[in-house]
């Protein structure tokens, strides 16, 4: 195990790479006893996202009502977390191609794990924001998914097995390497998306998919409102198609106020029947056809398509009410000078923006109108990125309650005296 510089994003003590679940669990029982706390990460990219990180100037005193609690080395609760770092826990530990499965250290980047499955024609279709530039771990502990889990699955119905330090120090192996693998509670699920604040994960499993033989996006152009119509016609037609996507501005490509990106995926004539269909749904011709490598770098891009914003929400409610969510969603990034992006399918709309030097009350403001606005329409707001100031203000996701005590509860249980920095926002 070895040390490494601190890291920028929250300028912590020290970051430690241990190589082995055994030197987590080290470093675990040994923080549990010093009371220290940590923060778990792979490549440490997405340390501060959705408000699960800690900051070391906002951290609650002990006893202050954060579920972490607020323990210190010094007893102040303002000490720095220590971040433990799973980025040298990246070996291939089983694959077997024959049966679409993959066990990894949870370090191994999602790009090197790409390389390792495509000689074998095979791929893990984990699209969620950043996945581009994360882990296997980082992915599995985000628990956020893409546009491709609607012919997929969420990530959480991708993953057999774990191997989790918890907070307490025990190393559990939860779940399997095999897709029929079910007895007791899901504990695979529960460590799922719950973003390092139960465990360390330091091994994963995932079932696999044949990579498809044609990839084909159809790009169609149109005005606001008739993008929403017209991906809403896609959606509920009874031709299958992996992901849709309204796309406003240029980023579109077409040079329309808006346009819908209808992803086909499987085989070439299976690909092939289906697109004259859906153009035949859809009443015109696509504005574009990206076909192969040229589909693949389209949404590649769309994966990345967050990186660098200043604020970064995420709207979501039943797809039928796609025109409801977009609208609200607009309302948001005409504050931000930013933009839109829906997945069509899941009506999951992101915004993304820049702060510069604008009135950031009056964005928390926004943000809250537009919280209430999705509240009446049955969905949600969440904030994965924005000032400290406007999360303090808006909060994170607007949550609490019950559901608060209940995450609480299975903390304990897990992490009892709260040395896992991470909590729920």
Known sequence: MSEAAPAAALVPDRVVLPESAEEVQAVVLEAGEAG???????????????GWGVDPGTRSEPGGGGEAGGRSESGGGTDNPRIVSTERLDAVHHYEPADLTLTAGAGIGLDHLARV?????????????????????????SGVSGPLSARYGATRDNVLGLEVVTGDGRIL????????????????????????????????SVRLFPRPDADVTLLFGGDAAGAVA??????????????????????????RAA??????LGGVDEVDESRARIVAAAGADPSAALEGGESRAFHERRIGWEAGAGVVARLAALPDRLAETLACARAVA?????????????GVVRVKGSCGEGDLAALAEGLLRGRREMAAAGGTLTLSQAPAEVAARVGWTGGGGEEGGLTSRIKSLFDPDSTLAPSCP
């Open 173 to 204: 192996r939860i779940g399997g390497r095999v897709v029929k693998n079910v007895a007791g509670y899901d504990l695979v699920r529960l460590f799922t998306g719950s973003r390092g604040s139960l465990g360390v994960i330091t091994r994963v």
């Open 334 to 346: 005409a504050q931000t000078g930013g933009a839109t992006s829906a997945d069509a399918m899941q």
């Open 117 to 141: 499955l495509e000689p074998n024609g095979q791929w893990l279709p984990f699209d969620g924001p950043a996945c581009d530039t994360g882990t296997l771990g980082a992915a599995v502990a």
């Open 36 to 50: 220290t706390r940590l923060l778990p990460a792979g490549r440490g990219t997405w340390l501060g996202a959705g």
């Open 259 to 264: 346009a819908v990106a209808v992803r086909l």
């Open 230 to 255: 017209a991906a809403r016609r896609v959606c509920t037609h009874e031709v299958p198609v992996a992901a849709v996507e309204v796309i406003e501005g240029d980023e579109g490509g077409v040079g």
